[in-house]
């Protein structure tokens, strides 16, 4: 009867990112939504539950705004939420968000399993999952696509480069999920219906434990331009070289 | 009157929203083409409790108000407005008969699997001879002993060809005109019930729509639906409710006219720019953004007055008369600013022109509504 | 004393890419570049390609991860204090800077598509954020600065002849909490347009169907997809009409689109607004495909589309 705990961002729906004319991004119009990795997350935590019992709680850094994220956390069936949440943390860094999420977990969330996203759909650092488990400890299993549970030991199927890796660890652990571990389910009205009364720990800065400076500055974002490029190459082996590089520069091969 | 929706509500938006992407987007052009019911689209439907949704959780219904319920069928709307609608005629007329003036026996009996999804519901008022004018239906019953007798046509029946449970308006008083209809519940099993043929339509094609024939139809008395003689009053209470299910309808269909005309307006390239950038066409677009955010209010209006238990009538005929006309006015609009791209079979705008059609015909059609509403506003 | 620049990588091709930034940044910073091995092969010649000391750990039995090698790295890079690590981006490598960074208590530009060093010897690193929408650029503000670097981003360090330096044998890791229990090779990828990172979608520019596997060619040796226009499924019925990419058809979002003979009629290309990098090689220099490409070479497909394979097969090192 494993108690899960399962973290989710409430992140920039990237859709809705649109290049300004002066190249910027404009973040001020933007929809929120569950990133989706975490989605997977928090699907692989329900369909823990109900094949083990035991209990799922969702854990969030943000600020208060994101409150509405809880009740979409809570309707992908978690039983309650912790909501870690104070008007700064709007623009955190991987560190700060997996301190702060260390801090709270050590004092008050018993768990055996932890179950982060690969990363998140928004910045994509993919650094909260593995340095959370730095920081409280535990064995860390990294993209994963399958989890089996028997008594305290976990077996995970790890979908790298160069095939898959089956791995074996014992709980207490830290996983993070790809999206092919399961098709997360859409909550049923019921499921939304019920999200609103289940409980909502709330926990502020000061309740976190420690100081969590920023390590990383953003000193630039900008958009990519959407327009195409409508950049030519001549039919020749040179041209060819022209595009096979830029393909390269823009990331599009490698 | 503020229509910002709560949290929950718009995570259901979002929720069916999602929902309608997976599951019925990807079999809309197919279940049009071919007019088939996509009973796999409802299974999923009642498994995550939308079937039934505005009735209360002791009958198998989700218990939401009924604004929330209108959003719902705007969004299957927006995907496909045939599956929008079997949804809220269902849900509307087919199950909402029973919940307003059905016994706890037929409640029981009936709603409970209604509400569940696990039988569907049909509203058996027309007749070849009676539409708009409901007055001059000729479906007798006659009581004989325990039970009543029921003889006559009815058409253009929504769900006829799989319906469990029909809502069938029959006259049990001859010389009592408007004050001699009666309603009964008659199931499928009844062999006085026969169901013909789904008729081809030219919109809505995945709903299933049906002539059924009553013939020496015996049905207990016990399954009369309401008082004797209060059939038509019951009827036309049903249809201000069915009103604000269809409103939502075009307006779904007018989000998706919308949809489509701002993709198509931004990726087609004419004079060596999106046309999207040519003033007739963002006219076009403004215009079919107005009247869509009007058609919403009205019809998000006429769903919080009945929430409220305030009279809808009037709103409810305004909000579909507007919605409808708006629907079929802009998805005219949007085929026009496809070009001949949207005159072609398998395109949505296309499938849109003929779903906003039957919108200003049934329940009530535009020219009913404004008998309704000049009624209100000129007594 | 922060000295020196950290290269750490599982694979040859990205350990000899990263010591090309690793001596820029050391040219500016000062410092030796030292190139720490995590692979289980032997390591490439990195003393050749630039490194000024190598590292190379110990592994234990096959049950042993490679990520089992964190504690190693760590405790010596406490003790040697670089000024910065770069870090190869396999996914491995990912989980492996992220806990050094941790543990070290230092910030980490993950995948970094770019690297430049600012006159006060901060590091600025470019990362694609937002779905590839939007470039973050970051600094780290504590030592050592870390960053991933996806593979590829850089060309591997010219040789030079004749260099030499001292390989250092890392201590054993203890052992790890995680054990591998089993490795499957990875299976061959068939058939999702829809998901692919990378779609080449045929046209009717292609003229027999036994061309096709061109395409293939071109689609195998960038890890994708052979999609095609309607007409080549329906009409042509050369591929499975899952394939065919459109209003009515598929819709893909892939990193790259290459249109071979593809025209770019409104309807297919409505299918492809959502790829991050579109590619059109059409015959035609008024089809409307360029209109709406990032990249396109006006030539016969059968002249350019061999040649690109060939060019890509060296680039990617295949």
């Not at chain 1, 809570?74 to 968000?97: K, M």
């Not at chain 1, 993919?126 to 340095?131: E, L, T």
């Not at chain 3, 050094?100 to 006060?120: E, F, H, I, Q, Y």
């Not at chain 3, 470019?126 to 030592?143: I, K, M, P, S």
Request: aromatic share 6%.
């Amino acid at each position: 009867m494993p108690d899960i705990i399962t973290c989710f961002k409430w992140a920039v729906d990237e859709a809705d990112i649109r290049p300004q004319a002066s190249g910027e991004v404009a973040l001020d119009r933007v929809g929120y939504k569950i990133s989706e990795y975490d989605r997977n997350a928090l699907e692989a935590a329900a369909q823990l539950k109900e094949a083990h019992g035991g209990s799922v709680t969702a854990i969030t850094v943000a600020t208060p705004a994101a409150k509405k994220g809880l009740k979409d956390a809570l309707s992908r069936g978690p039983d309650r939420a912790c909501f870690v949440n104070d008007a700064a943390f709007d623009a955190l860094e991987p560190a700060q968000t997996a301190a702060l999420l260390a801090g709270v977990i050590r004092d008050r969330l018993p768990f055996d399993l932890i179950l982060c996203g690969e990363g998140s759909s928004d910045l994509y650092a993919q650094q909260v999952g593995p340095r959370l488990a730095q920081e409280l400890g535990i064995p860390c299993v990294t993209y994963v696509n399958r989890i089996t549970l028997e008594g305290s030991t976990l077996l995970a199927e790890r979908k790298l480069e160069d095939g898959i890796e089956v791995v074996k660890v014992e709980l207490p652990a830290l996983v993070t999920v790809l999206p092919d571990i399961n098709t997360p389910r859409i909550p049923g009205l019921k499921d939304t219906l019920e999200a609103s009364k289940k409980p909502v720990q709330s926990v502020g800065p000061g309740e976190a434990g420690g100081e969590f400076p920023a390590r990383l500055q953003t000193v630039a974002l900008r958009a990519t331009s959407m327009e195409r490029r409508c950049v030519r190459f001549p039919a020749d082996d040179a041209g060819i070289r022209e595009l096979v590089e830029a393909l390269r520069k823009s990331g599009a091969i490698g | 009157m503020d229509f910002r929706l709560t949290e929950e509500q718009e995570l259901i938006r979002a929720n069916i929203r999602e929902f309608c992407q997976q599951y019925l987007d990807p079999i809309a052009v197919e279940i049009d083409e071919n007019s088939r019911h996509p009973q796999e689209v409802f299974d999923r439907l009642a498994e995550m409790g939308f079937m039934g949704m505005p009735y209360p959780q002791e009958y198998g219904g989700a218990g939401t108000d009924f604004l929330t319920y209108a959003m719902v069928v705007e969004e299957i709307s927006r995907s496909c407005a045939g599956t929008g609608f079997t949804f809220s005629c269902h849900t509307g007329l087919g199950t909402g008969p029973i919940y307003e003036y059905g016994t706890e026996e037929q409640k029981q009996k009936y709603l409970v699997p209604l509400c569940k999804g696990q039988k569907w519901g049909a509203f058996a008022l027309t007749e070849p001879g009676a539409g708009t004018d409901v007055n001059a239906a000729t479906t007798v019953a006659v009581a004989d002993g325990d039970e009543w007798v029921i003889n006559g046509t009815k058409t253009f029946i929504s769900q006829g060809t799989f319906a469990d449970i029909f809502i069938v308006f029959a006259r049990t008083d001859p010389a009592a005109g408007p004050k001699g209809i009666s309603a009964f519940i008659v199931t499928k099993d009844n062999p006085g019930l026969k169901v013909g043929e789904h008729f081809r339509k030219m919109g809505i094609r995945c709903s299933q729509t049906a002539e059924i024939i009553l013939k020496d139809c015996r049905v207990p008395r016990s399954d009369m639906l309401g008082k004797e003689g209060n059939g038509l009053r019951m009827a036309m209470a049903s249809l201000d409710n069915g009103r604000i299910g269809i409103a939502a309808q075009a307006v779904g269909i007018l989000q998706a006219a919308l949809d489509e005309s701002l993709k198509y307006a931004s990726q087609r390239i004419q004079f060596n720019k999106p046309i999207g950038r040519q003033q007739a066409i963002q006219w076009m677009i403004a215009d079919m953004a107005t009247d869509l955010a009007a058609a919403r209010h009205l019809t998000y209006h006429a769903a919080t007055l009945k929430d409220q238990g305030l009279p809808y009538t009037k709103e409810a005929s305004m909000a579909k008369l507007f919605a409808s006309e708006a629907a079929m006015r802009h998805a005219s609009k949007a085929v026009q600013i496809h070009g001949g791209y949207g005159y072609m079979k398998g395109q949505k705008v296309e499938r849109l022109l003929r779903d906003a059609k039957i919108t200003e015909i049934y329940e009530g059609t535009s020219e009913a509504q404004r008998m309704v509403i000049a009624g209100n506003v000129m007594r | 004393m922060m000295a020196g620049i950290w290269v750490v990588a599982e694979h040859a091709d990205t350990a000899l890419e990263l010591l090309t930034p690793a001596r820029q940044v050391a040219d500016s910073l000062g410092g030796p570049v030292v190139a720490v091995w995590l692979g289980r092969q032997e390591a490439p010649p990195l003393f050749a390609h630039g490194a000024d000391e190598v590292l190379v750990c110990t592994h234990g039995g096959d049950d042993q991860p490679l990520e089992a090698q964190v504690p190693v790295l760590v405790a010596e890079a406490l003790q040697a204090q670089p000024e910065a690590i770069l870090v190869g981006a396999s996914l491995r490598g990912r989980e492996v800077a992220a806990r050094m960074a941790a543990a070290l208590g230092t910030g980490l530009g993950s995948s970094c598509v770019a690297l430049r060093v600012r006159t006060d010897g901060l590091v600025e690193m470019d990362r694609l954020v937002f779905g590839g929408r939007a470039v973050q650029t970051v600094v780290c503000t504590t030592r050592p600065q870390m960053a991933t670097v996806a593979p590829r981003t850089f060309s591997p360090a010219p040789p030079v002849e004749g260099r030499s330096g001292t390989v250092r044998t890392l201590p054993a890791p203890p052992p790890s909490p995680v054990t591998v229990v089993e490795r499957k090779p990875k299976p061959a990828v068939s058939g999702d347009v829809a998901g692919a990172r990378v779609v080449v979608c045929v046209g009717r520019g292609m003229e027999r169907e036994e061309d096709l596997e061109m395409a293939r060619r071109l689609a195998d040796i960038l890890g994708g997809e052979v999609g095609c226009t309607r007409p080549i499924a329906e009409e042509y019925h050369w591929l499975p009409e899952h394939t065919y990419i459109g209003l009515s058809g598929q819709q893909v979002k892939p990193e790259l689109y290459i249109g071979i003979g593809v025209s770019g009629q409104i309807q297919h290309v409505i299918g492809i607004t959502d790829a991050r990098v579109i590619v059109a090689i059409n015959r035609d220099e008024k089809a409307p495909i360029f209109e709406m490409s990032d990249f396109g070479i006006v030539g016969d497909l059968y002249q350019v589309v061999p040649r690109l394979v060939d060019e890509l097969t060296r680039a990617l090192g295949k």
